[in-house]
């Protein structure tokens, strides 16, 4: 069957291409993507290229489909599989397979390694070891987007379990944020700072006590605080404050002492900036736990780490790239209990938009970028809907679905963009 998709072929070479899927065998499943929410990572593997380390050497003879955080129903089950998946099921897919035990490369995953499957296509294929690894995974809400976005909220699920803090005179490290801490998560507000807000303020089993939130831009800092709001998070049992640091004379005695001159036990660095990962190294607490989350473009990146704090207030540091099939199963369960990660979504696109989209992503503001395969369309911030709807009157009904919940991506308006355009 003919499919579409934004194939990479090497350093900025990503071209949209149509071209013919072969029939599925026996243990693997043909499936139509809906949506797929661009992520960073993957404007990194596009002007790698082959440098890559999930990008296979001879891309630009067998190119690979790219996109990673996608979601969509399925269309075809190979026998192997018809009596654990059926035709039409929704499903999400965790892109970090399970190396050790897969029968595939060392660091293979789609979005970066296949030709027939990723993110940002109308139809792929999903190959044995996707299934083999319990990496295929049933989505059961309503809608779409939600099961797309279960990658990233995944990666700061993930990012919270890595962390671990230590017992005195004990070699047990006991990992967890620390129940009831204290918790900063500096440069906080970008999409996926705005996923771990999220979480943090919905987990069911633990939480801090204190959560400070920092950036250096009011307009998102404001923004965020009107989506994860001091109010719900009282109600929860955390004293959330979201500080501009822009603001500050010296960040860091100024973030200490909002914690009453202490440290923190659990700081989280969203941002791949020297002076930040600094920052988060010395507001930690005795133990402190600082877990370095942005992954940095360039190979070299480094920064000054206080290693007196190390040998003598047991301070650590842990970097998480991605979450795991646990990680993302979480994600999909707390969406069911009615978390809605709506908030990170800032812009809506159709397949035609994706080169443009991810070979420019740094310099796009906001957060995510939602694209919906089968439609074309510009990619569009939700802030311009009203605009667009004076001469569209399809954008208007955007804009009011998207205004009737504050703003956000939803539900009404997933399904009348697909019925639509």
């Known amino acids: 069957m003919k499919a579409k998709a934004v194939r990479l072929y090497g350093k900025q070479d990503l071209r949209l291409e149509s071209y013919e899927l072969p029939a599925i065998k026996d243990d693997e499943i043909l499936a139509k993507v809906i949506c797929d929410s661009l992520c960073m990572s993957s404007y990194k593997a596009a002007n790698q290229g082959p440098d890559h380390k999930r990008v296979p050497d001879n891309v630009s003879e067998n190119p690979v489909i790219i996109g990673h955080e996608f979601a969509g129903e399925l269309v075809e089950v190979g026998s ?20 050790e035990q897969g029968p595939v490369g060392v660091l293979s995953a789609p979005g970066y390694s296949y030709r027939y499957i990723g993110g940002d296509a109308t139809y792929v294929i999903i190959p044995r070891e996707v299934m083999e690894l319990g990496c295929l995974l049933p989505f059961k809400g309503e809608g779409y987007y939600p099961a797309s976005l279960s990658e990233p909220l995944s990666c700061v699920i993930g990012a919270m379990h890595a962390c671990y803090h230590i017992t005195p005179g004990c070699y047990v490290h006991n990992m967890e944020i620390k129940a009831d801490g204290k918790m900063a998560i500096l440069a906080g507000v970008g999409p996926m700072g705005l996923a771990a807000i999220n979480y943090v303020l919905h987990r069911e089993d633990r939480h801090p006590s204190l959560l400070v939130v920092t950036d250096m831009d009011q307009a998102r800092l404001d923004r965020a605080a009107s989506l994860y709001t001091v109010e719900f998070a009282a109600s929860r049992g955390i004293d959330l404050k979201y500080v501009n640091t822009g603001k500050m004379e010296n960040p860091v005695e100024e973030l200490k002492a909002i914690n009453g001159g202490n440290g923190y036990d659990d700081v989280f660095c969203f941002a791949p900036v020297r002076a930040v990962a600094e920052q988060a190294d010395a507001i930690l607490g005795f133990d402190g736990c600082l877990n370095f989350f942005a992954g940095p473009g360039k190979p070299d990146f480094s920064a000054m780490f206080n290693f007196y704090n190390v040998h ?57 970028k939602l694209i919906y395969n089968h439609i074309e369309m510009p990619l569009t911030p939700i802030t311009e809907f009203a605009a667009l709807g004076a001469s569209d009157p399809r954008f208007a009904e955007l804009d009011r679905l998207c205004k009737a919940h504050m703003g956000l991506w939803n539900l009404e308006a997933e399904k009348y963009l697909l019925a639509n355009f």
């Open 80 to 99: 192997h599989w018809a009596s654990q998946f059926k035709v039409g099921d929704k499903f999400s897919i965790q892109p970090a397979l399970n190396y």
């Open 312 to 368: 003598y207030a047991y301070t650590h540091v842990v970097g998480t790239s991605g979450g795991n099939t646990d990680d993302m199963k979480e994600a999909l369960h707390l969406m069911g209990k009615g978390m809605d990660p709506a908030g990170l979504v800032t812009h809506i696109g159709g397949l035609n938009a994706v080169i443009d989209a991810t070979l420019n992503l740094p310099s796009i503001p906001g957060g995510k």
